[in-house]
């Protein structure tokens, strides 16, 4: 495990704290904002900014491949075993990934590194384009809050269908993924 000066370095992958900390220790972001628009979301918070800005203007982090491609070989080279969630604070499969694919390329980065890597994401369909490039020890899960289509577009209107999160995470277990 590196030690805390160690990752003040890096600049894309971060150590998690408070109640993140209980489900994942390292994590990344690759956009800033999400257009899911989940009326619970406390992105906008830690970012200190507004739901209209967080959810209208989603957008990849700056040099953020280029970044990642960095702190994932410092991690390779100081031994971590720890898995890097994708994301906590945004959706690695927001409509926005379906064009730029950044999480495909994240995902390519952190295995090429040796690095293990978690998915969570409320993307469905989209998050199973990936599958293919993740294998033992990574890790897969999806956010199952509401199953109404109702309540769905009220609390999660950007999100996949609970249908779709369910046939999600299947695929990820029939790849023998961790779910």
């Keep these: 495990i590196i030690n805390k000066k160690e990752c003040q370095n890096l600049k894309v992958i971060y150590e998690t704290h408070g ?3 209980e489900y994942f220790e390292l994590a990344a972001n690759l956009y800033s904002g999400c257009s899911h628009g989940c009326a619970y979301c406390f992105g906008p918070d830690v970012l200190h900014t507004t739901q209209g800005t967080f959810f209208k203007d989603p957008r990849p982090r700056n040099n953020v491949l280029h970044l990642l491609a960095k702190d994932a070989q410092e991690l390779h080279a100081q031994g971590e075993r720890r898995p ?96």
């Excluded at 994401?121 to 490039?133: C, E, H, Q």
């Design 19 to 21: 109640r993140a900390r």
């Design 84 to 179: 890097i969630l994708l994301s906590f604070v945004s959706d690695p499969y927001q409509p926005l990934d379906v064009k730029l694919r950044l999480t495909r390329d994240a995902i390519f980065i952190l295995k090429a590194a040796g690095l293990s890597v978690a998915i969570l994401t409320k993307g469905g369909r989209r998050a199973t384009r990936d599958l293919d490039l993740l294998g033992p020890g990574d890790q897969f899960g999806t956010s199952l809050t509401l199953t109404r289509a109702e309540d769905l577009k009220e609390w999660e209107p950007g999100a996949a269908s609970y249908t779709e999160r369910l046939e999600s995470l299947g695929a990820a277990k029939s790849r023998g993924l961790r779910t």
